[in-house]
């Protein structure tokens, strides 16, 4: 199985500065196809999970531009800009590249 | 609007059976693949299973294959998880979800609790 890694497992950050979260993955997600098949989610306090970015930098419809994915085969990061109150909650990671799927440990993003 | 509207949940003793539903809306059903995915209290996710948008293709965590089958009935738009053989650490979220690998909406939820 793929072993997703995040870190840290949790973050306290004050509204206006950055954050960043790290994915690694015991085997490159790129598949032969030339996608590479990482995702971010965040889950809200008592809310399901929601996919942030897809593909390890496409952001979702309506996801706003303050969150950025980048990175390549098995090192992958997770970046706020800058940290609003409603972001708090979970990022998980996770990939598709192979069954079965697996997701990282979870970050704690939380607002000083 | 997409929604996923998961039912059948509730307190069943170790051993037994629960059959999870999930009724969805918004979207063609069978043109997606749909997987469940689980949260245990205050544990992180799990990804559980995966079927195809016909249903012929299928895939299961190691945790639960051979006791958990995934069913989906195209013409009702509802994706179905039979779950057999429940133990304590079945207990949990159980989250539909649309989509094979690109998982962008999700229920929210039903809670399975199994204990004695």
């Known amino acids: 199985d793929v072993v997703m890694t995040q870190t840290p497992l949790s973050l306290s950050v004050t509204p206006g500065q950055p954050a960043s979260i790290s994915c690694k993955s015991s085997q490159s997600l790129l598949h032969n196809n030339g996608k590479t098949y990482l995702y971010w989610y965040l889950q809200r306090p008592g809310q399901p999970p929601q996919l942030l970015i897809y593909e390890v930098s496409n952001r979702l419809s309506g996801v706003p531009d303050r969150f950025s994915g980048s990175g390549s085969g098995t090192d992958f990061t997770l970046k706020i800009s800058r940290v609003e109150a409603e972001d708090v909650g979970v990022y998980y990671c996770m990939q598709s590249i192979q069954f079965p799927r697996t997701l990282g440990q979870g970050t704690k993003l939380e607002i000083k | 609007e997409v929604q996923l509207l998961e039912s059948g949940g509730g307190l069943v003793q170790p051993g037994g059976s629960l059959r999870l539903s999930c009724s969805a809306s918004?979207?063609?059903?069978?043109?997606?693949?749909m997987s469940w995915v689980r949260q245990a209290p205050g544990k992180g996710l799990e990804w559980v299973s995966v079927?195809?948008?016909?249903?012929?293709?299928?895939h299961y965590a190691d945790s639960v294959r051979g006791r958990f089958t995934i069913s989906r009935d195209n013409s009702r738009d509802t994706l179905s998880l039979q779950m057999n053989s429940l133990r304590a650490e079945d207990s949990a979220v159980y989250y539909c979800?649309?989509?094979?690998?690109?998982?962008?909406?999700w229920g929210q939820g039903t809670l399975v609790t199994v204990s004695s």
């Open positions: 918004g979207f063609t059903f069978s043109g997606y693949g």
């Open positions: 979800v649309k989509g094979w690998g690109h998982h962008d909406y």
């Open positions: 079927i195809s948008e016909s249903g012929s293709s299928t």
